[in-house]
Nanobody
């Protein structure tokens, strides 16, 4: 079994910062790409940032220069450092991980339960 658990959401004023964490645990052989997505009320889920196993990153245009994604492979954890937050960043943030499991050596897509980020003006 594999679990992906996020933490670090909360309420912050515009211009503030938050750091989200996402830890994967269980029968993990290897973790490939990890990423963060978000979904605001009434909107579709959208990509925020991804990072490959080799460390290559990709960001949505709306967060470039403000958010940084990084990972600690020894801890099977990915982080999202969010600076200069705006009210438009308010959403539920979801972690995604492409994980190769020990038992089958197949890659599966795992999602966390989501963590709320609210930015007040």
């Amino acid at each position: 079994q594999v679990q992906v658990v996020e933490s670090g959401g909360g309420l912050v004023q515009a211009g503030g910062s938050l750091r989200l964490s996402c830890a994967a645990s269980g029968s993990i052989f290897r973790i490939n790409t990890m990423g963060w997505y978000r979904q605001a009320p009434g909107k579709q889920r959208e990509l925020v940032a991804t990072i490959t196993g080799g460390g290559s990153t990709n960001y949505a245009d709306s967060v470039k220069g403000r958010f940084t994604i990084f990972r600690d492979n020894a801890k099977n954890t990915v982080y999202l450092q969010m600076n200069s937050l705006k009210p438009l960043d308010t959403a539920v943030y979801y972690c995604n991980a492409a994980i190769v499991v020990f038992t089958t050596r197949y890659e599966y897509d795992y999602w966390g339960q989501g963590t709320q980020v609210t930015v007040s003006s």
